[in-house]
């Protein structure tokens, strides 16, 4: 059993903070069964720049960092890095879950790069066979209370799409030790809401 996620955003979103609640959920779930490994990358700025993390588990992973199309899960909290990162990453049969919410990272700012439209992003993810659910998700966070809790939205959505090897009790008691008490309320709705938005774009 193996499985390879990226999650990916700039600077602030919460990708990272997502990536360890993944790789802890898991530890916690399976104790040493498998192997968590996340590695990270930065753009030019911390802030502002692009982030991405890689998430590999399995019972016999040891490098950090995926090969080109192995991703079993890329989760954009901004739409471009999911085209960014998605069309080399994401395997033939992936998942890309998408916030179709903009903020533009660093080198699209300065003009060193063109911003597509989100419809071509999808539309490019789509090409290479990926399933694409894509929604509004700073729009939920705002709805659960703050834009702050964004990075819940969309891994209340990733774990919607059945790709994780925890259960729903696992990771809502890590998501609540690892974010502040007071928004604790507020990221267990954002969960929810990112749940339902995965749920709802699935066919009848």
């Not at 419809?119 to 694409?132: C, N, R, S, T, Y």
Request: aromatic share 6%; net charge negative; glycine share 12%.
């Amino acid at each position: 059993m193996e499985r390879n996620y990226i999650i990916a955003g700039i600077g602030g979103q919460g990708s990272i903070k997502i990536s360890h609640l993944i790789a802890e959920a898991t530890i916690r779930a399976h104790g040493d069964k498998y192997n968590a490994r996340v590695g990270e990358t930065f753009g030019a700025a911390q802030r502002g720049g692009a982030v991405a993390s890689h998430v590999r588990i399995g019972e016999a992973v040891y490098a950090p960092l995926l090969g080109k199309g192995t991703a079993d899960l890329v989760l954009a909290l901004e739409p471009l890095e999911a085209l960014r990162l998605g069309v080399p990453y994401l395997a033939e049969s992936g998942v890309a879950i998408i916030n179709t919410v903009a903020q533009p990272p660093v080198d699209v700012k300065i003009g060193d790069l063109k911003y597509p439209e989100v419809a071509e992003i999808i539309a490019a993810l789509e090409a290479i066979g990926a399933k694409v659910v894509a929604f509004d998700g700073g729009g939920l966070a705002a709805q659960a209370g703050s834009a702050k809790v964004l990075s819940a939205v969309m891994l209340g959505a990733a774990f919607a799409s059945g790709l994780f090897l925890f259960d729903e009790e696992t990771i809502l008691s890590v998501l609540k030790e690892n974010v502040p008490e007071k928004t604790i309320e507020a990221n267990v709705e954002a969960f929810r809401l990112g749940q339902e938005a995965y749920l709802a774009a699935q066919p009848e």
